[in-house]
């Protein structure tokens, strides 16, 4: 699950109904080994934008006990699944100049082999939707988004027992929204922006979760009949649960898992929520994975295609955040950001592709 940001069980809306190449498995061994210089691509990427997320991930990594786990299976494990095993490429990362994009480029070429995740993947995108709220209960504000409850016993409450009010009083309230569908796929992200009243902002990330399963809407509308497979995206889910309220809150009630949100503090405008690595997220720079097959904080190229444009979408990212409902090597779940365009193309993408898993090289013994 997402730590601080999301459970990406529920990002992957639009994944539940796409027909999926077999899964690899946690522990698949890596394909072959490919120059990064000749990854497809990768001449047109900005490497510089990459170096400056991969930093950022380094400068937790670098402060964690060596034999902190960072997780990933066999050579992944081997070669970048602990803290100490990223001392030298984070040392020679800082070492590079900010923004020089032949420096960045030459950086990755030099000191990391690719190696190609097996198989066909399966790319989908998450973002921080932005909704309107209060800090307090008001007229046109009622929705509750709850923080985590302080007991087990009110934690574990499946969410149709929530909707009925077991939390109601019990539970510090984080903000109020106007619409129960809002509150639901704000969840469903795990982050977001809250538009006050009074025009600030309130950033909210996850709280944790209430360990009840998990079941994709989507899947839920389109075995209903009321969104065709083709058509289910966080946008038609969205629209379809607004436009039939007298049965969205029993469609919403399927999925018994419920994300608790709780308040941020001040983040600057053009970063993401903390992910589970602990570092802020950046846009088209940072993904979540399946830990149990790819340790966090490795540089992850995504080779795919843009679900509005149809056009190539080659990108050098940094496994910052984990998801629940991303099982396997070749999954990988894109943040795009938060804003009107963050949104139109996290909500569509569920695109094939392909994964490459960049790996230090050795150092030479001494």
Known sequence: MRRLLALAATTAL??????????????????????????????????????????????????????????????????????????PACTAAEAVAPNDEAAARKFFESRFIAYAVPGQALITGYFEPEVRGSKNERPGYRVPLYAKPPTAALASLPRKAIDHGALYRKVPVTAYVTNPVDAFMLQIQGSGRILLPDGNILRVGFDGQNGQPYTPIGLILEQMGALKPDDVSYQSISAWLKSHPDQARSVMEQNA????????????????????????????????????????????????????TGTAMDLLTVTQDTGGGIHGADRADIFFGAGPKAEQIAGSMRQPGRLYLLLPKPEPSS
């Open 257 to 308: 898992r419920y994300v608790y949100l709780r308040p941020l503090g001040p983040l600057p405008p053009n970063e993401g929520a903390p992910g589970a690595l602990g570092v802020p997220l950046t846009a088209r720079r940072s993904t979540a994975i399946d830990e149990s097959a790819l340790p966090l904080g490795t540089p992850l190229y995504v080779a795919t295609t843009d679900p509005v």
């Open 14 to 87: 639009a994944a539940c109904t796409v027909q999926q190449q077999p899964q690899t498995g946690a522990n698949a061994p890596l394909g072959r080994r490919t120059p990064v210089s000749q990854l497809p691509g990768w001449r047109q990427d900005n490497a510089a934008a990459a170096l400056s997320s991969f930093v950022t991930s380094c400068k937790a990594i670098l402060l964690m006990p060596p034999d902190s786990r960072l997780g990933g299976t066999g050579l992944a494990a081997a070669r970048a699944g602990q803290a100490g095993l990223w001392q």
